[in-house]
């Protein structure tokens, strides 16, 4: 079996991948008659007791979930106080959510937020990075002959959000990405709760931005949002509230979310409070369903956007999440033509008869 070492606590640990031939294919990717490509991955679908509704590929297989928990690590923000101390908008928790385009209305809202704070971009320590889902917010940069900032990073609500739980609590500024700082280590005890699971050797890497990711099965991920997007049963009365507040705030700013043409703000425009669902780097994707006590974990074993994006419809498809009136107003994430340079359709990415809808 092949292994992937990740860097944990100073010392190599072997973490256990899956293997492409172990998980079914679940998109295809098609050019006329021909499946030109395929890709396969593992959903769990999951209810808040942590009974398993639906099941493809390995789920019991640690994955990195990256962004996909910005929700969850927004949770001590609120449970702190320190969202209320600061005085955040929903559309700035929205934000701590997000993995934004870096349009204007992303880095007005950052630096706003930080100013009230009285610090500046130089305290976040996800550092620059230009944009990467927006290329007419790129071109725009280029153009004025401007290089990013740290608030163009597509953390930076996430952060700018750890720094207001850190600055509230009287916590080091410096240093707050640390995995033994406070606010990673009250994000570690959050997840533990919403998983299941204790996390306390659980194998580690480092994300993009720079704070911890966690190793943790698919299973218990998706318990996670399924309790995140029903709460009042299963976590305490603060957080189920933080978790409730944070949901409403993304579905009430959803363009916080992402931005402009990306996945996560055209569906929870769409659905509001009924659908909420969060992207993450290398294929990972993760979804509550506050109606139906369901949460959603899935990854596509090569990480590409396109396919986790076809599993998320198709899941949510084969759940009843979408129905026909809701499909017609996404049409562009539920049918993803592929077209030539003339923009002439030529092939389609769908679901796999496994997985189809």
């Known amino acids: 079996m092949n292994d992937t070492e990740l860097q944990n ?12 031939a172990r998980n079914p294919v679940l998109v295809e990717v098609t050019r006329g008659a021909v499946v030109e490509s395929r890709h396969r991955g593992s959903i769990a679908v999951v209810d808040v007791t942590g009974k398993t509704a639906l099941q493809w590929g390995d789920t019991q297989v640690r994955v990195l979930p990256r962004s996909a928990i910005k929700a969850i690590q927004a949770l001590p923000l609120v449970e702190s106080g320190a969202a209320d101390r600061w005085s955040v908008s929903p559309a700035e928790l929205a934000l701590a959510c997000a993995s934004h385009n870096a349009e204007p209305r992303h880095i007005a809202a950052v630096r706003g937020w930080l100013e009230r704070m009285g610090l500046g971009e130089g305290d976040l320590e996800c550092r620059a990075h230009w944009p990467r889902h ?7 940069l280029v153009r004025a002959g401007q290089t990013p900032g740290p608030a163009h990073n597509n953390c930076s609500g996430k952060h700018t959000g750890m720094l207001a739980t850190a600055l509230h ?5 410096q240093g707050y990405v640390s995995p033994v700082h406070g606010v990673q280590q009250r994000i570690l005890g959050t997840l533990e709760a919403l998983c299941g699971l204790d996390l306390g050797d659980a194998p580690r890497g480092t994300d993009g931005c720079s704070v911890p990711t966690w190793a943790i099965p698919l299973n218990n991920l998706a318990l996670a949002f399924a309790r995140f997007g029903a709460p009042d049963d299963f976590l305490p009365r603060e957080r189920a509230a933080a978790a409730t507040r944070i949901r409403k705030a993304v579905a009430a700013y959803p363009e916080m979310l992402a931005g402009s043409g990306r996945y996560c703000t055209a569906m929870m425009a769409a659905a509001g409070e009924a659908i909420f669902v969060k992207t993450g780097a290398e294929g990972v ?3 509550a369903l506050p109606e139906f006590g369901l949460g959603i974990a899935l990854k596509c074993d090569d990480g590409a956007p ?12 084969r759940i009843g999440a979408l129905d026909d009136g809701l499909a017609d107003r996404l049409d562009a994430l539920v049918t993803v033509p592929i077209e030539n340079c003339n923009g002439n359709p030529v092939g389609e990415v769908r679901p796999s008869n496994e997985l189809g809808f």
Request: proline share 5%; aromatic share 2%; glycine share 8%.
């Open 285 to 287: 994707f993760c979804a």
């Open 134 to 140: 927006h290329q007419e917010t790129l071109h725009a």
């Open 9 to 20: 606590a100073g010392r190599r640990v072997a973490v256990d991948l899956p293997r492409g």
């Open 169 to 173: 609590l009287g916590e080091p500024l």
């Open 306 to 317: 396109r396919a986790s994006q076809m599993m998320m419809t198709a899941v949510l498809r």
